[in-house]
């Protein structure tokens, strides 16, 4: 039996960062470690001591049969991330479960699969001239994208094609993320803030962009902390995504504690807390 199993999918839409530093860095400390595919039936979670969500990232693709497979995972190892956390975090509606909770998130609307819908409509009474359109369920910018003022027309198309796979979500667009303070992640592991990075925005097929590591603000901690209070079971790790509305708000985007790439090479203190945490975890610690 191996340490560690580091769930990721056959085929990764996108390299993964994180993976090989992790790999690496948990030999490194003495560990033996492997890649799990959660898709492939040849690869057994009962093979590993602990399993991190590292890189699963096409679940969205078949989010029941993903499910199930935390399901019984949780049963056969120790995840990291406990499979109430994963199931939470699925569906982008754990932004209502956050709102209700009084933490400031992005505001979103959630419209049901085939359910019709008029976006003049759906969006008269609110300035919001610049959208964001995208899956309920999805990862990275999977079939997201945005419009601007004056692209109602293809917005309306865009939104009946995504509404006839699935649920979808509108949200105002923050122009603050093309400032200098951009759109910041917050990456907790295991009971500390470690860091922070600045993203650009990303939509349907723009590769991903990120600053080197930054410090984490108070105002940050008190929103992430809030956050991790409504997020079901304790995870190992998280990562927040913040950006601040028009008035100057900082608000939640989303909340990952599934797969998040957590952006350990800006941040080698992070790594190393990373690291001891999970030969805790493998040691019966």
Known sequence: MQDIGL?????????????????????????????????????????????VFRSCWNYFEATDAFLAWVQAADGASTLTNPASAV?????????????????PVVPTLFLRRTEPVDLVGLLDGREWDDIVVKPAVSAASFRTRR????????????????????????QPYFRSVESSEGE???????????????????????????SEGLAVT??????????????????????????????????VSEVEVIEPSLYLA?????????????????RGG
């Open 7 to 51: 769930i990721t999918c056959r085929t990764l839409p996108e390299p993964d960062p994180d993976g090989a530093l992790l790999s690496n860095a948990l030999e490194a400390a003495g560990l033996t470690a492997g890649f799990l595919a959660w898709d492939d039936p040849s690869d057994r979670p009962s093979d590993y001591r602990v399993c």
């Open 87 to 103: 199931r939470w975090n699925v569906d982008k509606r754990y932004l209502s479960a956050l709102d209700a909770a009084g933490v």
């Open 147 to 170: 419009f601007g003022p004056g692209e109602t027309g293809r917005a309306q198309r865009f939104l009946d094609a995504l509404v006839g796979d699935g649920d979808v979500m509108v």
């Open 184 to 210: 910041r992640s917050v990456i907790g592991v295991d009971g500390a803030w470690t860091h922070a990075v600045r993203k650009a925005p990303r939509f349907e097929g723009d590769d991903e962009h990120v």
């Open 218 to 251: 108070g105002e940050e901690i008190a929103i992430a902390e809030a956050c991790l209070g409504v997020v079901p079971g304790d995870v190992f790790y998280a990562r927040l995504d913040l950006m601040r509305d028009m008035g100057g708000r900082l608000r």
């Open 266 to 282: 800006q941040s080698p203190a992070a790594m190393e807390r990373y690291v001891a945490g999970l030969v805790r975890m493998a």
